[in-house]
């Protein structure tokens, strides 16, 4: 008993001798791993935005039409005996000139009838006027100023006056369809669409003779978007004093290219109602004067715009989800703003924003950079044809 006493502290020291060593020895060596850094921030492509004040020009297509277009009709019958030099599909003509003659015989004739019927009404006036005064002298002969209606002839002197009246008018309307056996021009400056008589033809009235149109003024009926139309001053009520925006029409003729000026002068009455366009009338005077306008020409037009302020013309690919762009604050993280977008080309885009001037504006990874984040800015300065676009048009 007294032996195994004198062991068990020794056992006891040797086991937790044991245990340190496991422990000591046994325990994970630390790994080496590299100092904590932050990590690099994403660099962005960006530019200075500046607003500014300009005119954007909106450009559109449309087709020409003249701004007055009639069918001349026969208003009497008669053989047609006679064609101007004008009559001819494509004729120009001017104000007053004889375009068709019709035989005027017949028509010269109604006009010496009426003449005759004309005299023998003036001599029957006469007549009873004569009776008259002497039926009135017989009756104060009489003595009795109050004499019989009928005794003094009134009725038949009022029935001469009349049949007076009717001969001349009679005579009046025999001239009007004698001068009109003469078909002229309605206006001062006129072209001949299509001819639908010819020499020797026999017409009677209300046969259609000829389609003209005025050739002074030429019209281009042009359709415009709501944004578009946002663009520019249109004339939606009528201000004599207002002035009218200017417009550019090309087109090519016989394969070469023409340009016009014109104005833009009203628009329709009423937006469409399938496509909610509008419709702006643009008018180009004396359009014969060098290269032809010609009606049925499909030419593009550019509208003058109003004065617009505070503008930003930016390279488009700064568009993200076609109404964002992204900006950096003074601290480079990325700010979200809502745009509107006035006009776009291929390369670049005019737009009005909340964007302050001089803020840096995200052209890249915008959909790899999130609201909040910081970046690293790249500031490139706008190209020479990027600057050149800037310009007012």
């Known amino acids: 008993m007294g032996l195994g006493k004198a062991w068990l502290p020794a056992g006891i020291f040797v086991a937790g001798s044991i245990a340190l060593s496991v422990v000591v020895f046994a325990k994970p060596k630390p790994e080496m791993r590299p100092p904590q850094v932050d990590a690099a921030l994403v660099s962005v492509e960006v530019t200075k935005a500046e607003s500014k004040g300009l005119r954007l020009s909106v450009t559109a297509q449309g087709t020409v039409v003249p701004r007055r277009e009639i069918d001349i ?28 003659q019709l035989d005027t015989r017949d028509y010269d004739v109604a006009v010496l009838s009426a003449k005759a019927r004309l005299a023998d009404a003036q001599r029957k006036l006469a007549e009873e006027q004569g009776a008259s005064r002497q039926a009135k002298r017989e009756w104060r002969d009489l003595g009795n100023q109050t004499a019989n209606d009928l005794f003094v002839r009134k009725p038949q002197l009022a029935a001469a006056q ?12 025999a001239e009007l369809n ?29 046969t259609r003779l ?5 050739s002074s003024v030429i019209e281009v009926r042009v359709p415009l978007t709501e944004q578009q139309a946002a ?21 090519s ?43 049925g020409l499909f030419v593009d037009v550019d509208i003058e715009g109003r004065a617009l302020e505070n503008v930003f013309v930016l390279p488009r690919k700064a568009i993200f989800e076609r109404n964002k762009v992204y900006t950096l604050d003074a601290d480079n993280v990325v700010v ?20 302050p001037n001089g803020a840096l ?33």
């Open 73 to 100: 009709v026969a208003q009497v019958g008669g053989q047609v005996v006679g064609v101007g030099a004008s009559f001819v599909d494509g004729g120009f003509f001017e104000d007053g000139e004889l375009l068709l």
């Open 162 to 173: 009349a049949a007076l009246t009717y001969a001349k008018a009679d005579l009046a309307h």
């Open 178 to 206: 004698l001068a009109r056996t003469k078909i002229v021009a309605p206006y001062a400056k006129g072209r001949v669409k299509q001819t639908s008589v010819d020499l020797g033809q026999y017409v009677t009235a209300g």
């Open 210 to 214: 000829a389609t003209v149109y005025d």
């Open 231 to 251: 663009l520019i001053d249109l004339p939606f009520v009528h201000n004599a004093s207002a002035t009218k925006p200017s417009v550019v029409v090309s087109a």
């Open 253 to 295: 003729v016989a394969g070469r290219p023409y340009h016009w000026e014109g104005v833009l002068a009203r628009t329709d009455s009423f937006v469409d109602p399938d496509t909610r366009m509008y419709f702006a009338i643009i008018e180009v005077e004396d359009p014969f004067a060098g290269a032809p306008l010609l009606p």
């Open 336 to 355: 979200s703003h809502d745009i509107q977008v006035l006009r776009r080309t291929e390369d670049m885009v005019w737009l009005t924003a909340s964007i």
């Open 361 to 393: 504006i995200a052209l890249e990874k915008q959909s790899l950079i999130a609201v909040g984040s910081a970046v690293a800015p790249n500031v490139i300065q706008p190209a020479d044809d990027a600057r050149a676009a800037m310009v007012a048009p």
